[in-house]
Nanobody, 124 residues
Framework: QVQLVESGGGLVQAGGSLRLSCAAS????????VGWFRQAPGQEREFAGT????????TYVDSVKGRFTISRDNAKNTVYLQMNNLKPEDTAVYYC?????????????????WGQGTQVTVSS
């Protein structure tokens, strides 16, 4: 099992930046990919992006491309979500999730462990 803890959320004005962290513990050596998802009030959870742990390759949903960047620090077992040029529509609870089975290369599915979420609010 892998345990995940997100941090770094908060309130920011439109156009501002935030960096979220996702600290992993447990069987981190088995992580295949770590994804970021978000859920706005009254809406379904949405995939934002993922990083494939070994290769470091990233992929993003179109709505955040060019604004969000996912990176990892292997030594700290931490994944970051750098969010720039934030918009009010980015307001949501952000979750990180880990896939440690590696059964699905599709970045949107196959996640086994989830963090508790961190609130991001972007004011206009």
């Amino acid at each position: 099992q892998v345990q995940l803890v997100e941090s770094g959320g908060g309130l920011v004005q439109a156009g501002g930046s935030l960096r979220l962290s996702c600290a992993a513990s447990g069987r981190t050596s088995s992580i295949y990919k770590v994804g970021w998802f978000r859920q706005a009030p009254g809406q379904e959870r949405e995939f934002a992006g993922t990083i494939y742990w070994s290769a470091g390759r990233t992929t993003y949903v179109d709505s955040v491309k060019g604004r969000f960047t996912i990176s990892r620090d292997n030594a700290k077992n931490t994944v970051y979500l750098q969010m720039n040029n934030l918009k009010p529509e980015d307001t949501a609870v952000y979750y990180c999730a880990a896939d440690f089975k590696g059964w699905h290369s599709d970045p949107r599915i196959g996640y086994d462990s989830w963090g508790q979420g961190t609130q991001v609010t972007v004011s206009s």
